[in-house]
Nanobody, 123 residues
């Protein structure tokens, strides 16, 4: 059973930065694509970014393109989401997820999920 643990969330002012981490417990992480999703209260969980198993071909939602950077370090079994120029509308619980195969923007295509980390951006 793969276990994913997100960390790095918190409260930040608009324009600030946070780096989220997603640590995996199992070696199969290095063969898995990673996706980051977020869910605000009362809203559907939405795609943020994904990356392939090698840590290449990053892809971003239009709402975060140019501000967020996804990366993956297979030696550390960890993926990251660097978030810059944060806006109040980025406030949400952020989740990482993994799947064996190519990266996907569809949450139902992911096999394992973390418990989420809260990001709150104040105006």
């Amino acid at each position: 059973q793969v276990q994913l643990v997100e960390s790095g969330g918190g409260l930040v002012q608009a324009g600030g930065s946070l780096r989220l981490s997603c640590s995996a417990s199992h070696v199969t992480f290095r063969n898995a694509a990673v996706g980051w999703f977020r869910q605000a209260p009362g809203k559907e969980r939405e795609f943020v970014a994904n990356i392939n198993y090698r840590g290449g071909s990053p892809y971003y939602a239009d709402s975060v393109k140019g501000r967020f950077t996804i990366s993956k370090d297979n030696a550390k079994n960890t993926a990251y989401l660097q978030m810059n120029s944060l806006k109040p509308e980025d406030t949400a619980t952020y989740y990482c997820a993994t799947r064996i195969g190519g990266p996907s923007r569809t949450k139902d295509n992911y096999d394992y999920w973390g418990q989420g980390t809260q990001v709150t951006v104040s105006s």
